[in-house]
Nanobody
Framework: QVQLVESGGGLVQAGGSLRLSCAAS????????MGWFRQAPGKEREFVTY????????YYADSVKGRFTIPRDNAKYTVFLQMNSLKPEDTAVYYC???????????????WGQGTQVTVSS
């Protein structure tokens, strides 16, 4: 089993930045591909970004491309979500997830964090 814990959420003004962290514990002998998803009130959970085990491959939703990045530090079993130029429509609960069968589908990830709230004010 792998446990994921997110941190770093909060309230920020439009145009600002936040950096989320996702720390893995448990069976961390395996390095997993990781993803970030988000869910706004009344909406379905949506894909934000993905990073491969080595970090060599990353993918982004069109809505965040050019504004968000997903670095990882495998030595510390941690993945980050660097969010710049934030917009009110980025407001959501952000979740990190690990070990997917399909990188875009939230139903295919085996491990999930508890989520962290990001609120962007206009």
């Amino acid at each position: 089993q792998v446990q994921l814990v997110e941190s770093g959420g909060g309230l920020v003004q439009a145009g600002g930045s936040l950096r989320l962290s996702c720390a893995a514990s448990g069976r961390t002998s395996n390095t997993y591909p990781m993803g970030w998803f988000r869910q706004a009130p009344g909406k379905e959970r949506e894909f934000v970004t993905y990073i491969s085990r080595s970090g060599a491959n990353t993918y982004y939703a069109d809505s965040v491309k050019g504004r968000f990045t997903i670095p990882r530090d495998n030595a510390k079993y941690t993945v980050f979500l660097q969010m710049n130029s934030l917009k009110p429509e980025d407001t959501a609960v952000y979740y990190c997830a690990a070990d997917p069968r399909s990188l875009y589908s939230y139903t295919s990830y085996n491990y999930w964090g508890q989520g962290t709230q990001v609120t962007v004010s206009s």
